[in-house]
């Protein structure tokens, strides 16, 4: 596509439930990132991929976030038993390569937990 | 926290007006970013500078880094209401992975 897509835009769940934001990167672009904002901060690292392994997934706050990629293109991140605390802008990004440097986002999904 | 820090957190200013925003990082980095965020949603890459630059210009805007500060300063020149956004500063280090380190904010108002 023409630019990074990340579906849905908007997501409201109830505690406790789980959730998958996905991620359709830049076509070609074979580095992919998921960053986190709360609102009126700055983003949180999460994970990135180069291709589908994760050389950096230190940024996952629990063992209930997760995420993979497959086929070198789609991401999809799950949270399992969402807290309200897991309320935020999920972000998604992805660059030709990880040496690349330029980030291109999606929109984002804006997640509220209940 | 990993992130950096950014000053001020907010600047309203008048149109026509320069408007600088600071950022302060905490390891050595290769690189350093300029992106913008406009209505809370997706960022747009603004403008890099490497870590043996000192000053790197596009357009109305100038970025400066100075590594032994460990500090960067946007300046938008001649500034125009279609400039209000937030702006964030993103810092890649050199552990060895491609991770990006992203500032705080500025929130940027350009009063017409």
């Known amino acids: 596509g023409a630019g990074v897509s990340q579906s849905p835009s908007n997501k409201v769940t109830e505690k406790g439930k789980d959730v998958e934001l996905r991620c359709d990167p830049i076509?070609?672009?074979?580095?992919l990132y998921w960053y986190r904002q709360s609102l009126g901060q700055g983003l949180e690292f999460l994970i990135y991929?180069?291709?589908?392994?994760?050389?950096?997934k230190s940024g996952l706050p629990s063992d209930r976030f997760s995420a993979e990629r497959t086929g070198g293109s789609v991401s999809t991140l799950t949270i399992q038993r969402t807290q309200q605390e897991d309320s935020a802008v999920y972000l998604c990004a992805s660059s030709l390569n990880e040496e690349s440097e330029k980030l291109f986002f999606g929109s984002g999904t804006q997640l509220s937990v209940l | 926290s990993q992130q950096g820090e950014e000053d001020p957190q907010a600047l309203s200013i008048q149109e026509g007006e320069n408007a600088t925003m600071n950022c302060s990082y905490k390891t050595s980095i290769n690189n350093l970013q300029w992106y913008r965020q406009n209505s809370g949603r997706g960022l747009v890459h603004l403008i890099l500078?490497?870590?043996?630059?000192r000053e790197k210009h596009s357009g109305r805007l100038r970025v400066t880094l100075d590594t032994s500060k460990k500090s960067s300063s946007l300046l938008i020149t001649a500034s125009r209401a279609a400039d209000t956004a937030s702006y964030f500063c993103?810092?890649?280090?050199?552990?060895?992975?491609?991770?990006?380190?992203f500032g705080t904010g500025t929130r940027l108002k350009v009063l017409a």
């Open positions: 076509s070609g672009h074979t580095a």
């Open positions: 993103a810092t890649l280090n050199t552990s060895g992975t491609y991770k990006y380190i």
């Open positions: 500078i490497r870590s043996n630059e």
């Open positions: 991929f180069q291709g589908n392994s994760a050389p950096d």
